[in-house]
């Protein structure tokens, strides 16, 4: 079965500090990797995705992620935290007919 | 404007008593999901289909049931729901699965079952 597993269900970084969300998958082979975004209240909006393509994946509001295959990774970065990015970000992986999510992790930006 | 839909957004109801949430997309999409979002758990497939007709439990598929009857519609169906569906759940919609498609989230139903 695939899974993903986010290390760190809270992570505070301050406004203009580098922000590092962990995702580590499980697949038996070369999977999709997507991050998605949940604002307060509001559904789910897509960020990034690795379609085995480039490794270093370029998505919006200046987040990217790396495909790691040796670690089995897919970790979400940004150069500098913006009060705005404070939202609840989730890692997914689809493998088959399916989409398996991870637990999630909720970001809080310090002013 | 492309878009996935979900009624109710919110809804309180008492166990037992049927109830439909209902989800359209307007993308002619042929994969829709539903999810279920709880704290510490993340979001949990239910259901999901590859297209018209067709369709498949997910994870936690007990206590629910869907139908596609049309390609953009995709109702999800608690017959007699109980406290423990006690959920926010979400539809999404993709042109398929299997070669990494986004999937197109709708804007969530909370369901509160007294």
């Known amino acids: 079965a695939q899974s993903v597993t986010q290390l760190g269900s809270h992570v505070s970084v301050s406004e203009g500090a580098l922000v590092l969300l962990r995702c580590n998958y499980s697949?038996?082979?070369?999977?999709?990797l997507f991050w998605y975004v949940q604002y307060p209240n509001q559904g789910l909006q897509l960020l990034l995705k690795?379609?085995?393509?480039?490794?270093l994946v370029k998505g919006i509001n200046g987040f990217e992620a790396e495909f790691k295959k040796s670690e089995t990774s897919f970790h979400l970065t940004k150069p500098s935290a913006h009060m705005s990015d404070a939202a609840e970000y989730f890692c997914a992986v689809s493998a088959g007919n399916q989409f398996y999510f991870g637990t999630g992790t909720s970001l809080t930006v310090i002013p | 404007e492309a878009q996935v839909t979900q009624n109710p957004r919110y809804l309180i109801t008492v166990t037992g008593k049927k109830l439909t949430v209902t989800c359209s997309q307007n993308?002619?999409?042929?994969?829709m999901s539903w999810y279920r979002q709880d704290p510490g758990l993340g979001l949990r497939q239910i259901y999901y289909s590859m297209n018209v007709e067709v369709t498949d439990k997910g994870d936690v598929p007990e206590g629910y049931k869907v139908s596609r009857k049309e390609k953009r519609n995709f109702p999800l169906i608690l017959e007699s729901p109980s406290p423990n569906q006690t959920s926010l759940y979400f539809c999404?919609?993709?042109?398929?699965?299997?070669?990494?498609?986004?999937?197109?989230f709708g804007p969530g139903t909370r369901l509160l079952v007294l």
């Open positions: 999404a919609s993709s042109a398929g699965i299997g070669y990494g498609e986004t999937q197109y």
């Open positions: 690795y379609t085995s393509a480039a490794t």
């Open positions: 697949s038996s082979v070369p999977p999709y």
């Open positions: 993308m002619n999409h042929e994969y």
